[in-house]
């Protein structure tokens, strides 16, 4: 599996040239919910450097999950094109959820290479998206890039050296490591950033939850298309944190979708239907409280089969 640093593609113009010589279009989509304080800067940053100094992408993309802060304001008076997630292909229905957001772009993008990048990275660099999409327009052999980075964790105005990617290191590569070891090699199976050509991402499915990541590198194995995933390394990525109660939502609904692949692969058999319903408790001062969530991260078709 081939790895590259984002610095190898600093030079935006000759990736220019590649996609234009091509016949390429590149569209790049933000998922957002609640943004605000965050997805101004990035649009900003991708506006100004790759699509008025140097055009590299072609449109900006922000899908929102009816965000209650100003999130899609801030993004149209930066330059992005703005849906609301439930407004795309309305006959499909809606579902809050981050790979909802993603289905949906694709009814709208124009782009032959999409590039998703996540709406609350606090360092974006101006090296994300030349990183990403650098590799599809130079190398015909890949079809999807994953970024990899260093995940610290950020408490107030302090970041803390690792400690990120909490779900990835402590559920998603021990199962990696069981059941789809040809996925080893991935060093950030769960990052919000990577960049894919558009035929592809037609043919998988889209959880519509924080599952979709892992689902999306599953299928590959499963189509036997591994070989054609390469890695790009964007040096750090800091964002928001989540409270343990959130992460515990996360690694539910990425579990369950795990192990209905893991079920399809005939990697194990389940003895029944998985509960939609994950339950913790709080333990504060003010006693015990059980908290119940219905999760069910049901999933949206391949596009291909739609059409």
Known sequence: MQRFHHKSFADVRRLLDLKQAAGQRITVC???????????AIVRMIRSELVERVPLVD?????????????????????????ASGDIAPETGTHPGKGENLWKSLHVARGSIICFIDGDIM???SGFVPGLVGPLLEHAEIDYVKAY??????????THAGGGGRVSEILVRPMISLFYPELA????P?????????GLLDTLSFPIGYGVEIAHLIDLVRDGRQARIAQV?????????????????TAFAILRVMLRRMERDGRLKLLGNLPEM????????????RIARHLPEPERPPLAGMR
């Open 233 to 249: 390394d964007l040096e750090k990525r800091i964002h928001r944190n989540r409270d343990d109660g959130d992460l515990g939502d």
């Open 30 to 40: 933000i998922p957002t919910l609640n943004e605000a304080g965050t997805i101004g």
């Open 185 to 188: 090699d991935i060093l950030q």
């Open 190 to 198: 769960l990052s919000g950033e990577y960049a894919a050509r558009r």
């Open 123 to 125: 360092n974006f660099h």
């Open 59 to 83: 449109e900006i993309l922000v899908v929102d999950s009816a965000s209650v802060d100003a999130t899609r304001e801030i993004a149209i008076a930066e330059g992005a094109v703005v849906f």
């Open 278 to 289: 994950h339950q913790r408790w709080l333990i504060d001062e003010k006693g015990i409280e």
């Open 149 to 158: 980075y260093e995940r610290p964790l950020a408490f107030g105005d302090a």
